[in-house]
Each structure stands twice: as C-alpha cells, then as structure tokens.
C-alpha cells in the first residue's frame, strides 16, 4: 500500500471521527439530533428546547423564528441546522463561512425524510432507520374510527373564543393523523396549514368532535373549567355530543421523531 493511499485512509478516519459542533434552530431538530445520539456534539439550540433534559442546558441562540446572529456565531458552530422558515437567518449565518442545512417539518413523510438526510449527514444511518422504523409501526398501528366522523384539533385553551382560534388545517401532519383515523377534518379549504378562525366560523364549520391541544405546564394560569365550559357553549355536534376533549402532552406539537406518539395518543382520542 502506497503513502498517498495510507494519508488518505488516515484523513478519511479522522473526519469521520472529528466532532460537529451543530447548532440547531428549533426544537424539532433538536430532539432528532438528540435521538440520533449527536447531544454531545450539538453546542447550542432555540427557545422552547425542552426534550430531552439534556437539551435545557445548552446555549440559547433565540427564538426559533428569529435567532441571534452574534449568539450562533459565538458558539463557533462548524454546521447550524433549521427549517424552511429559517431561510433568511440561514443565509446571513452562511455569510460567515459557516455551513448550513435546511430541511421541512410540515408533514409525516417530511419529518422521515429529514430524519434521513440528518442520520446520513452525520453517519447514523442505524440510528435513523430505528427512528423511521418507529414512525412506520406507529402509522401501520393506528387506531381507526369505528364511527368515522369531522374533527376539528385546536391549538391552546382560552376563555375568549371570539377571535383568535388557531386550527390544524391542511398540509400539516394534524391533518395527516385525522387521516388516518380514518376521519375527516371539519375544515376542508386548502388555502392554510394553520388557519385563524373566530366563534361564527366554528359554528359553521360543525365538527363532531373537537380536541384541544393544550399544555397545563407552559399555561397554568387558564382555568381549564371554564375555558372548557366556553367552547360547550358554542352550538356544535361536538358540544352536542359531549365530543370535546383536551391532550396535555408535551411531544404533541412538536414535529420530530417523537411524531410516533402523537400519531398513536390522537387516533386513540378520535377513535369511538
């Protein structure tokens, strides 16, 4: 075996074995790099990366919409990680020589393939094809409806109902799980993934069962009763019916590989 061929050979392993120091831009990307066993090599992540506990130690860089260019810079990172909505930030932080990767979250098939793009970007092909697998089973195992029927999931508990609802419209993983539940979703346009709607709209729309996605630890200040109480005002089937429910979970809004519980814990709930 020639030198150049053993420098090579040597040169390879050592990159391999050389540390990332990645900065991630959302808590999605953080609990995938963490799942994909890189938290030693991840040197800091965005606001609101709270799984796992390791992750709450690391430098915070910003909000995931907004980070700070000094705060990443600082961290010398060799690669930061976001999504489509990091684009612009994503540019700026290249300016400084500082390699990037972008990847989408919006559905199911987007969160298995990022997961994909990041296990071979760093080596962790085994890692990655057990956190895909996972998804798979969770999809293959998912409860179905025996009474198919219109869903409506709603982002956070509040007392005032007349404006500012936020809903899982289309294009978005919510919608994909209603899916396969074997349901619909009481919204059918198109046009949003997340739309806005008020009182008259959730009239309009219906829905024979609404579930409302909150977190008790982020907002304990809303009296749930109450709240609750509120939206059983509202003259729908769901109301009607006494279809109207909360999940408390902490990996629900999140879309990671932890999407696997989310598919499994929402079908439970649409399933009757």
């Given at each position: 075996m020639s030198i150049k061929i053993i420098f090579l050979s040597l040169f390879l392993i050592l990159s391999l074995e050389a540390k990332e120091r990645i900065v991630s831009l959302s808590p999605s990307l953080t609990e995938i790099l963490f799942a994909l066993d890189l938290g030693d090599e991840v040197v800091g992540v965005s606001s609101y990366s709270l799984y796992p506990k390791a992750a709450k130690k690391l430098p915070i860089?910003?909000?995931y919409t907004n980070p700070t260019l000094e705060k990443v810079?600082?961290?010398?990172?060799?690669?930061?990680?976001?999504?489509?909505?990091?684009?612009k930030s994503l540019r700026e932080i290249e300016r400084f020589g500082i390699k990037t990767l972008?990847?989408?979250?919006?559905?199911?098939?987007?969160?298995?393939?990022?997961?994909?793009?990041?296990?071979?970007?760093?080596?962790?092909?085994?890692?990655?094809?057990?956190?895909?697998?996972?998804?798979?089973?969770?999809?293959?195992?998912?409860?179905?409806?025996?009474?198919?029927?219109?869903?409506?999931?709603?982002?956070?508990?509040?007392?005032?109902?007349?404006?500012?609802?936020?809903?899982?419209?289309?294009?978005?993983?919510?919608?994909?799980?209603?899916?396969?539940?074997?349901?619909?979703?009481?919204?059918?346009?198109?046009?949003?993934?997340?739309?806005?709607?008020?009182y008259e709209n959730i009239i309009a729309l219906n829905p024979d069962q609404i579930i409302i996605l909150h977190s008790l630890k982020s907002n304990p200040n809303i009296d749930v009763k109450k709240a609750l109480k509120n939206w059983y005002k509202i003259p729908t089937n769901a109301s009607k019916n006494g279809k109207i429910s909360i999940v408390d979970e902490?990996?629900?809004?999140?879309?990671?590989?932890?999407?696997?519980?989310?598919?499994?814990r929402l079908t439970k709930e649409m399933k009757y």
């Open positions: 860089v910003g909000s810079i600082a961290l010398s990172p060799t690669i930061v990680i976001g999504q489509k909505f990091n684009a972008k990847v989408s979250l919006q559905s199911i098939s987007d969160i298995k393939n990022s997961i994909s793009i990041l296990a071979n970007k760093f080596y962790k092909q085994k890692e990655g094809d057990k956190l895909i697998k996972n998804i798979d089973n969770a999809i293959k195992n998912a409860k179905k409806s025996k009474t198919p029927h219109s869903v409506l999931i709603v982002y956070g508990l509040k007392n005032d109902l007349r404006s500012g609802i936020y809903i899982a419209g289309d294009n978005i993983f919510f919608n994909e799980i209603i899916k396969l539940s074997g349901n619909t979703n009481a919204y059918t346009q198109n046009t949003t993934s997340q739309p806005v709607l008020n902490d990996y629900i809004h999140i879309p990671s590989h932890r999407i696997a519980l989310s598919i499994k």
